[in-house]
């Protein structure tokens, strides 16, 4: 029996879950083939998508996704070039060109994950328009729904771990943040439900997301001088000190650093991370649905899918006791979502 919010979720339907509420089937003491332990949890996620539109989008994807199975030899796009597959997905021969707006002016970098997170905001688009087709594909596709249930369980963690902990402002360090949507919602979160605060300290690559975090933060009501956004890589925070932050998301830039900087960034975030604190890190799993319409149709170029298995043996080469890790996947099985805590 789990608590969903203020309900017993026992024997209850998936299907019934408000948006962003989570729902978790079962936790267990996992292994690796190498025999190291950890904690796995399997959950589901409600979604702002419905049943019957999720299905009737997501079997046209799957068509095109088997299309490119049976095609291992058709190009990558990029660069003017295309396939079908892609050429399908963005309409290309079509007059709806929202999604290929989306395409030429923020893919793969982080502004494209905003309307997969706010799928009705229009602000990224010309006249604040976008397009029935569009629309669709943030609202129903599998990786627009994976997005935000990450972010949901992510939410979940921080939520968790503010509640547990008695004082009421907390340090955070985010790399990669993009347009910061989960840290706003967790921020907004913490003061509605408990009362306190979460400071921010933000690092993307990219200056139109910093831009853009900067403008929701605000909309959203939090001070300015809770957050500290701004353009840089991960090595910016290396010179952090020891012990310093409570709470560090790398949710959307673990799966884009190759092997020897995921251990080297492990290292460097677990040192600055307070005893007792948490590090919450994602990757796009290796057997994942509608894997090759990610990577050769929709195009999220850097993106390094990986097994449960090479995560737990990264963060064990990293020093970490993998016993103190946590697993979580929804059951639409796109990301496995890792929350390390500092004994």
């Not at 949890?41 to 702002?48: E, L, P």
């Not at 079509?94 to 002016?105: I, L, P, S, V």
């Not at 328009?129 to 669709?136: L, T, V």
């Not at 605000?218 to 500290?228: F, K, L, M, S, Y």
Request: net charge negative.
């Amino acid at each position: 029996m789990t608590l969903l919010g203020e309900r017993l979720a026992e024997g209850m339907d998936p299907n019934d879950l408000a948006p962003g509420e989570i729902l978790e089937h079962a936790t267990w003491h996992a292994q690796t083939d190498n025999g190291r332990r950890y904690e796995k949890r399997s959950v589901s996620v409600g979604d702002i998508s419905s049943p019957e539109n999720r299905k009737r989008m997501n079997d046209r994807l799957d068509i095109l996704n088997d299309w490119l199975k049976k095609n291992p030899g058709a190009p990558i796009p990029g660069d003017g070039v295309t396939n079908l597959a892609s050429d399908a997905f963005y309409q290309n021969d079509k007059e709806n060109t929202t999604m290929q707006y989306w395409r030429d002016h923020y893919m793969p970098e982080a502004p494209a994950l905003y309307n997969l997170q706010r799928p009705h905001d229009k602000r990224l688009f010309p006249g604040h328009y976008i397009d029935f087709y569009a629309e669709d594909i943030f609202i129903n596709a599998l990786d627009s729904i994976a997005i935000r249930a990450r972010s949901a369980i992510y939410d979940s963690v921080i939520m968790k771990y503010v509640s547990e902990h008695p004082q009421q402002d907390f340090q955070a360090l985010a790399l990669g943040a993009g347009a910061g949507i989960p840290n706003i919602d967790a921020t907004v979160n913490a003061k509605q439900r408990f009362g306190k605060t979460i400071r921010w300290r933000e690092f993307d690559l990219s200056q139109t997301s910093v831009n853009l975090n900067k403008v929701l933060f605000e909309e959203a009501g939090i001070p300015a001088e809770d957050v500290d956004a701004r353009r840089g890589d991960l090595k910016k925070a290396y010179v952090l000190d020891s012990d310093s932050v409570d709470m560090i998301d790398m949710l959307g830039l673990w799966e884009y650093l190759d092997r020897d900087r995921c251990v080297k960034a492990l290292q460097e975030f677990y040192r600055i991370l307070k005893p007792d604190g948490v590090m919450v890190v994602s990757n796009m799993l290796e057997d994942r649905p509608q894997l090759d319409l990610n990577q050769r149709a929709i195009g999220w170029k850097g993106v390094k899918p990986r097994t449960i298995d090479e995560l737990i043996e990264i963060a064990h080469d990293a020093g970490i006791d993998t016993e103190g890790i946590r697993i979580t996947i929804s059951d639409d099985g796109v990301y496995a979502v890792m929350e390390i805590h500092k004994s």
